[in-house]
C-alpha cells in the first residue's frame, strides 16, 4: 500500500515535471519567437530611418562614403549596444557625426535610436540598399577618376612599383576629389616635399588636419595604404620622368539656372541636407534655416557653393566638395535660391 502510493507519488512528481518543463520550452520558445519578431519590426522601422538621415554620408549599403566610416563592418557588430547607442544618440565631438537625440538636440526619439542600434547588429545590408534604392535616396556616387590599365603597368614596372601603383589608386580613390581641384593644396609640389618629412605626411593622412576639410584617414585606410599614400606623395617626380600623367578630378562645369538644375538639386537636397535644414529648408534643431529672406539676400551664389562645397569646419555642417560634383554643387545652389521668390521674412523655426 505505502509502496504503491509511494510509486504513485514518484509517478505524479515526474508528470509534474514533464507538463512543467514542456510548458516552460514552448514559453522560452513563445518569448524567442516573440523576441524575433521585435527585432525583425526594428529593423523594418530603423530601415526607413537610415534611408532617411544615414545614407548620405555612410552609404545605401552601410558601406562607408569618403572618410565616413562603414557601419556594416564586423568590428561595429562587436562593439558594445552601450557603445553604438552613445555614439548615435550623442554624436562624435568634433566629427560631422551629429548628436541624433532629442535630448541632445537631435531628431530622432531614443525609441528610434534603439531600433537603429538593433538594426545595425541585425541589418540585412542588401535589402536595406533596395529599400533606399525604391525610396530614390540613393546618394550619388563620389567623384572618381579613372586611371588607364597602360598606366597602372607602367608604374607597376617602377621599382617599388607595387606600392606606387597603390597609392595612386588610393589617391584616386579618396583624394583627387579635392586635392585635384581648387578645394585643396596639390600634393605635387616642391614646396610640400621640403617641407613634409614622410613622418609628418603620415601623421596628417592618419590625423587630419583639425578645423580644416582634410578629415584624418586612420579608421579608414591601414598602416600599409598610408605608406604607400606617403610613398606616392613622396615619388610624383618619378613617376612625372617616367612620363606618366597624372590624374586630376574632372574639371568644374558651368550650369545656368534651369528648371530641370533645380529639380535635380531638389532631389538632392532632400537626399543630403534635409534630415539637418529641414523640409524645405526651413531649419531643425541641428541646423539653420535656408529658406529665409535674410539668409538669401545675404548669401551670394558663389558663397553658396562655397558653403556646400567646403562645409563649416568646426560645426556639422560637413564638406560636400569631397563627395558631390561641381555641377550637383552648383544644382543645389540653384534650388536653394529658387527659394528667394517666397522665403519667409524671418526664420519660422
Ligand atoms: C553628415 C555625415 C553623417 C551622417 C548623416 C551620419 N553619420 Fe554616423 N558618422 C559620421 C562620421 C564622420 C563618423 C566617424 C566619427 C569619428 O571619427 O569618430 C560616424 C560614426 C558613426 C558610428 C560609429 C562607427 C564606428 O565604427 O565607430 C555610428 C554607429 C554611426 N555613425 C551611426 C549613424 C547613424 C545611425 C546615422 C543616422 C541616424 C548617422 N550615423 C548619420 C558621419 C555621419
Ligand atoms: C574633403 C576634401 C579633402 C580630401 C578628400 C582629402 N584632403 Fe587632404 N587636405 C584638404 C585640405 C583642405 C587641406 C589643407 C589643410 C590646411 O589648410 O592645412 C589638406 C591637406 C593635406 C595635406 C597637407 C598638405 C600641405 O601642403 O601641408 C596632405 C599631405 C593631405 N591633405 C593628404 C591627403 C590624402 C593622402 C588624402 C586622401 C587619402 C586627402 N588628403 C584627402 C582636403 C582634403
Ligand atoms: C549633419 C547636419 C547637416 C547636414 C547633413 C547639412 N548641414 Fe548645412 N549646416 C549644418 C549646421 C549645423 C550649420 C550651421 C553651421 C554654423 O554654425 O555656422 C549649417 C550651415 C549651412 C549653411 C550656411 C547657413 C548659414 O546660415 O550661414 C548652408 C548654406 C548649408 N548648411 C547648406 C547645406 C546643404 C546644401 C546641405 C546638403 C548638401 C547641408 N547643408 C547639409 C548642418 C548640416
Redesign the pocket.
Known amino acids: 500500500m505505502t509502496r504503491t502510493m509511494h510509486l504513485w507519488g514518484i509517478f505524479s512528481v515526474a508528470t509534474i515535471i514533464t507538463v512543467l518543463s514542456y510548458v516552460i520550452l514552448t514559453e522560452t520558445d513563445r518569448q524567442e519567437t516573440a523576441t524575433a519578431k521585435i527585432q525583425a519590426q526594428a529593423v523594418t522601422a530603423a530601415t526607413d530611418?537610415?534611408a532617411e538621415?544615414?545614407v548620405?554620408?555612410?552609404g545605401a549599403s552601410g558601406e562607408g562614403i569618403l572618410?565616413?566610416?562603414p557601419?556594416n563592418?564586423d568590428?561595429?557588430r562587436m562593439m558594445d549596444e552601450e557603445s553604438?547607442l552613445k555614439?548615435?544618440a550623442r554624436g562624435?565631438y568634433g566629427?560631422?557625426?551629429?548628436a541624433?537625440s532629442v535630448d541632445e538636440g537631435g531628431v530622432?526619439s531614443n525609441s528610434a535610436i534603439t531600433q537603429?542600434v538593433t538594426f545595425?547588429y541585425h541589418a540585412d545590408w542588401e535589402a536595406v540598399s533596395a529599400r533606399v534604392a525604391a525610396l530614390g535616396l540613393t546618394p550619388p556616387e563620389p567623384v572618381v577618376v579613372e586611371i588607364s590599365p597602360e598606366t597602372m603597368t607602367q608604374i607597376q614596372a617602377l621599382p617599388d612599383g607595387a606600392s606606387l601603383a597603390n597609392g595612386l589608386t588610393l589617391y584616386t580613390e579618396n583624394c583627387v576629389a579635392c586635392h585635384g581641384t581648387a578645394i585643396a593644396p596639390t600634393l605635387n609640389s616642391e614646396d610640400l616635399r621640403s617641407r613634409l618629412t614622410d613622418d609628418d605626411l603620415t601623421r596628417i593622412i592618419r590625423e587630419g588636419v583639425a578645423g580644416t576639410l582634410m578629415a584624418g584617414w586612420s579608421?579608414i585606410l591601414s598602416e600599409t595604404e598610408v605608406t604607400d599614400l606617403v610613398n606616392f606623395i613622396r615619388n610624383y617626380p618619378v613617376l612625372e620622368t617616367a612620363g606618366i600623367t597624372l590624374p586630376t578630378a574632372p574639371p568644374p562645369i558651368a550650369v545656368e539656372m534651369t528648371p530641370e538644375l533645380i529639380a535635380e538639386g531638389g532631389r538632392l537636397f532632400g537626399i543630403l541636407c534635409v534630415?539637418c535644414h529641414g523640409v524645405n529648408g526651413y531649419g531643425t534643431q541641428i541646423a539653420p534655416a535656408l529658406n529665409a529672406q535674410p539668409f538669401l539676400d545675404d548669401t551670394p551664389d558663389s558663397a553658396l557653393a562655397q558653403i556646400i562645397a567646403n562645409g563649416v569646419p568646426g560645426t556639422k555642417m560637413?564638406a560636400w566638395g569631397g563627395y558631390l560634383s561641381e555641377s550637383d554643387v552648383l544644382a543645389i545652389t540653384a534650388y536653394i535660391r529658387s527659394w528667394a521668390p517666397t522665403a519667409p521674412p524671418t526664420v519660422g523655426n
Open positions: 530611418l537610415y538621415n544615414c548620405s554620408c555612410h572618410s565616413t566610416p557601419l563592418s568590428a561595429l553604438i555614439t548615435i562624435r566629427t560631422t557625426m551629429a541624433w530622432l537603429l545595425i579608421n534630415q560637413p
